[in-house]
């Protein structure tokens, strides 16, 4: 009888430590694929169809020298408006990771030049239904 209950504490122990947790669910998504973060894309149609949840992050890569990654309110999103943003993601050498640990729309653009040819991104980010905690 012991020994059944050993081995059946140890089958639990592998399933528990087998269990992905929401580090291991986490998704890393290169914003914008191979094109990366530049003018002339649609980041709307990039962001179709996509589901992003809390833990998962967004990495932007960029020509430094020419962009840079803001995040602002749903209004100065819609109106390409950097003056006041909420958080300045730019991190200097044109890779910025943003982590997306709140639920709500992010609302990303590049201040350099106001959404310069069309660089805006919003995601909603939402609780993952499938994560154990
Ligand atoms: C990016 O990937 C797409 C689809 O996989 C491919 O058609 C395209 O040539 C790639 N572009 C670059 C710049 O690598
Ligand atoms: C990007 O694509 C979306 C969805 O198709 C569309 O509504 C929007 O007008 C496009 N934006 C630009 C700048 O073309
Ligand atoms: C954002 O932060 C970067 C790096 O610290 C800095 O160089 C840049 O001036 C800041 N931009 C804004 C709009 O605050
Ligand atoms: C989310 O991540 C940012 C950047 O790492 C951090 O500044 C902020 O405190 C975090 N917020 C929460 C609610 O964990």
């Not at 059944?4 to 998704?27: C, Q």
């Amino acid at each position: 009888m012991a020994r059944f209950t050993v081995k059946i504490a140890a089958v639990l122990l592998a399933f528990i430590v087998a269990a992905p947790g929401p580090e291991v669910t986490a998704k890393k998504y290169v914003v914008g694929d191979n094109k990366s973060w530049k003018p002339n894309i649609n980041y709307t149609i990039w962001a179709q169809g996509k589901h992003f949840y809390l833990g998962d992050w967004l990495y932007f890569v960029y020509d430094r020298n020419q962009h840079n990654l803001l995040e602002v309110n749903k209004r100065d999103y819609e109106r390409c408006i950097s003056d006041h943003p909420i958080r300045n993601w730019t991190r200097g050498a044109g890779r910025d990771v943003v982590t997306l640990n709140v639920t709500k729309h992010y609302y990303l653009l590049d201040g350099r030049g106001g959404c310069y040819g069309g660089m805006k991104l919003t995601v909603k980010v939402e609780k993952n239904p499938h994560s154990i905690l």
